[in-house]
């Protein structure tokens, strides 16, 4: 059994051997239902149990898809009625317990430190939902994304951030060392992304670059990407970081510094961070992006499960 908690710590043949499995299992469903198990049901009879210590929409609903079109189920957890949540009762035995009765954990939390303890005393693997420091399942989907569309590896295009060094970026700051492509990061300069990851990643990829112009970040892009500014359960003054964002938006003018077939990608949800028009264009494929995490995520499933051919 393996975890999956951050890009960085996944070998470049195993992520790659992730997208190309969700590649093969996407194509073969195209005339199953929703609920439909892919053949063979290599996750049948198995337990994923999610817990959400943050909000969720397509984290939640992604991950229950994933397991069911496997052939195994979910249930999902509130934190707030476990001991662990009120203080009744300690991680260790916790995860015991979730190692006893299910198969594998899906956590989203507010705290790296708790992901690290999980890791350690689960004997089931642990997905990272969503940490502050990552958010891997939605990054290598992104990077499904960009090639299914571009229809090329993504090591040979231009991808741009704009907006906050956040979970998101950071994981695709990961993710440009792992692919080996050129990444321009604009950001406001007091929102520069962490300064260890960014190191350890520039020492491997020469193609990453932190500039302080979202104009100039745009240039010759094929892939734009942005985030929410605030993001969940940010501790910060809200009108303050935005308007450290307002030369920082996706918008029209923006798009057009970039090349003309550049595609916008969001995680989602959205905030003020880009225009309506960007968000509603031929260019957002943000629909698509969104519902490519149930394909990605069975394959890292199966990853995790040491299911995957
Ligand atoms: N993109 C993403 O993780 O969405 P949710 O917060 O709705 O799960
Ligand atoms: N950066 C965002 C991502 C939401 C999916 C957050 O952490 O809230």
Redesign the pocket.
Known sequence: MKHFINLKDISYQNLRKILIDAKNRKNKRKKLDTLETDKGAPLKGKLLIQMFE???????L?FYLAIKQLGGGTLTLRSNELHLGSGGESLEDTAKILSTYGDGFML?TDSDKKIKSFSDYLSIPLVN??SPSS?PT?VLSDIFTVEEIKKKSISKLNITWIGDSNNVLNSLIAASVKFDFKLNIGCPKKYTPNKDLLNWAKKINKKIYVVNDAKKAAINADVIFSDKVLS?NDKVNKKKKLSHFKNFKVTQKLMRKAKKSCIFLH???RGSEVEEKVFSSNQSKVWQQ?LN?VHVQKSILLYCFGKLR
């Open positions: 943050k909000s969720s929409l397509r984290t939640r992604s989203r939902g969503l958010h939605q969940l995680c989602l949800p969104a995490r």
